[in-house]
């Protein structure tokens, strides 16, 4: 399997390129800020057909180059329906100290073809399988995306899980109780060997993770009253 991973210009929000091989389709997750050019590059060296856009939430910063990624070549974006509706108004996702920075300069057209996420399915594009979990905290639509293609666990992660943190839980959409329990139910149940590749930093597994990370040493904590 072939993935090819690199920040944005803004957030540093990373954008992934996967695909079978080189010379083959692909999947793009999470297309932010200021990519396109990048993303152009990345795909003429690997020789890659864009066959869809996958999100693993609805932030703009994950977003933001949704609409050209999928209209320059008639391509789906795949969604959680919980998160949806930022595809059709972004300031949804933000906080008013973000509403301000992005407010009167932001020009936003949503994606003409919208296919909705849910928990548990395998997404067979591009000669990928690719399995879908509803992990809930960070935003209401938050997933991740698994599979095993090349012999290898790996894990897009998005906001909800980081090296040696999370995603935050204070913006619309967030909690922090359904974030324990993604971590909880979705996370800390993959192999530690899991290659873990988030929305923001550097790649991980799940086992360091689960040594260092303090949030998962919460989450596999046992709940008061029981």
Excluded at 91 to 104: E, M, N, Q, R, V
């Amino acid at each position: 399997m072939l993935v090819a991973g690199f920040p944005a210009e803004a957030f540093g929000t990373n954008c992934y390129v996967v695909a079978p091989a080189p010379g083959e389709q692909c999947v793009v997750i999470d297309p932010g800020i200021g990519v396109v050019d990048r993303l152009d590059e990345v795909l003429a060296e690997h020789r890659l057909q864009p066959a869809a856009v996958l999100l693993t939430h609805g932030h703009l910063d994950h977003t933001f180059s949704v609409t050209p990624v999928c209209g320059a070549r008639g391509i789906t974006a795949y969604i959680h329906p919980d998160d949806t509706e930022m595809l059709a108004d972004p300031a949804k996702g933000l906080s008013p100290d973000l509403t301000s920075l992005f407010g009167g300069r932001l020009q936003w057209t949503e994606p003409e073809d919208v296919a909705p996420l849910e928990d548990g399915t395998v997404l067979k594009i591009a000669g990928l399988e690719l399995t879908v979990d509803h992990a809930p905290g960070h935003t209401r639509g938050s997933v991740l995306f698994r599979t095993s293609e090349g012999g290898e666990d790996v894990c897009f992660s998005g906001d909800v899980l980081f090296r040696d943190s999370i995603g935050r839980t204070d913006l619309p959409g967030g909690s922090m109780t359904q974030m324990l329990a993604s971590l909880r139910d979705k996370v800390l149940t993959l192999p530690d060997e899991t290659i873990v590749l988030p929305g923001h930093g550097p790649q991980t597994t799940i086992g360091r993770e689960r040594a260092r990370n303090p949030y998962l040493g919460e989450a596999a904590a046992p709940r008061k009253g029981w």
